[in-house]
């Protein structure tokens, strides 16, 4: 079985980091522990960098007091620029080998890794979902064997069911949540969850990060309070479309780079719905693919084969985060000889769709045709989105 850590995060001066001072300058250094899943703990040092901020923010209902073993990962802010003595690619954005450690630099940003894996220094401004994806690697290894894979996708309570959504980015999984949740369900995850072959689904509570169309499009969420800056980027992002025009997309790309901020704002589900529920763990009735139809103005759904969602999941999956650790592995074994990274994801995957094949093979599974619309009240989406799920959820009965 799998055993998550459900707990709300620490109010604020009631946390259980460690702090201590740095050998370079007696600088405090932060140093907190989080659970990600089934005892797995990572341990993330310093501050002042998003490539640690947001790793803390995305794990703070996971986060731990220090055991005082060994965590199963590091991973630490570090301004310390490597200088690899091989690299593979141009000088700034290139794979490298610096000693004993693996390096990755990318428009002026840079991580560097142990030959295990375990041990994880980043720039202040390292993208931290490429951190996320190298713990997540390491936690799904450890889940594979006991029967567990990864899914990318939301997953609720509805209507007297349970439904996993899974999608790319920007096919709605978040709005179909936030649908569910105003209609009174309950949420196992907005973006991931952990599945078996038997239909069991645990949740995966890691914040969201929502955009002023959600806001607008849900009348009753919660909005933070923003500033002066942010409120006059959302106002831009709002009136201009990409696809309108040369200057639109001009305007898009210079508000991103000189006026928002980092580009995230974690908020946990809670913080944005009124009384929303969390569901650590339920038994899967139905798994409907959401898929983006921007001819489309209404929510329709097809009939999908499990085989045919299972080749979906695998494209999902790839896209997400595969692709990146498949090339990080592959130039990771060119630079160390005898390294096995890439042979230990093929086999992962083999195991993983082993579960992936057998749970859709046990589940009702559709296909379901989501509008791409930005404002979801306006255009009608929330209420064609809720009947669907309700119709959905009426066809199954729950596993006994």
């Not at 255009?379 to 009947?387: K, L, V």
Request: glycine residues 8%.
């Amino acid at each position: 079985m799998v055993s998550s850590q459900q707990s709300a995060a620490p109010e604020s001066g009631e946390t259980d980091a460690d702090t201590r001072s740095d050998e370079d300058g007696g600088r405090a250094s932060t140093t907190t522990y989080h659970e990600i899943v089934d005892g797995f703990v990572v341990a993330v040092s310093g501050a002042g960098g998003r490539s640690v901020d947001q790793l803390r923010a995305m794990y703070d209902r996971q986060q731990v007091a220090d055991s005082g073993r060994e965590p199963d990962m590091r991973c630490e802010l570090t301004t310390d620029e490597p200088d690899p003595e091989v690299v593979l690619g141009w000088p700034g954005n290139c794979y490298g080998r610096e000693g004993d450690r693996f390096v990755v630099k990318q428009s002026g940003s840079f991580l560097t890794v142990d030959e295990e894996w375990r041990h994880v220094a980043m720039s202040p401004d390292w993208e931290p979902y490429h951190t996320v994806y190298l713990i997540e690697f390491a936690v799904r290894r450890r889940l594979a064997p006991k029967g567990w894979a990864l899914l990318h996708g939301c997953g609720f309570e509805f209507n007297g069911g349970t439904v996993l959504c899974p999608s790319l980015r920007g096919a709605g999984k978040t709005n179909t949540l936030f649908s569910v949740l105003q209609a009174g369900g309950s949420y196992l995850s907005d973006d991931r969850v952990w599945v078996n072959g038997d239909g069991e689904v645990r949740g995966y509570p890691i914040p969201v990060n929502p955009h002023t169309e959600q806001y607008q499009s849900f009348p009753g969420l919660i909005e933070p309070e923003v500033s002066t800056q942010e409120q006059l980027a959302e106002r831009i992002n709002e009136y201009c479309d990409p696809g309108r025009s040369v200057l639109d997309k001009g305007v898009l790309f210079l508000t991103t780079r000189f006026v928002s901020g980092d580009g995230r704002s974690f908020r946990h589900i809670e913080e944005i719905v009124p009384d929303a529920t969390y569901v650590p763990e339920s038994d899967t009735n139905r798994v409907a693919l959401l898929r983006s139809a921007p001819r489309q103005s209404t929510v329709t759904v097809e009939d999908m084969s499990g085989e045919a969602l299972a080749r979906a999941l695998e494209m999902i999956h790839h896209y997400e985060w595969n692709d990146l650790l498949a090339e990080y592995f592959l130039a990771f074994d060119s630079l160390f000889p005898g390294g096995d990274r890439s042979d230990q994801l093929e086999r992962l995957l083999a195991t993983e769709q082993a579960v992936f094949d057998e749970l859709l093979e046990a589940v009702e599974t559709d296909l379901v045709l989501v509008p791409r619309e930005r404002n979801w009240r306006e255009s009608g989406t929330i209420d064609d989105m809720r009947a669907t799920l309700e119709r959905l959820t009426d066809s199954v009965s729950r596993p006994q």
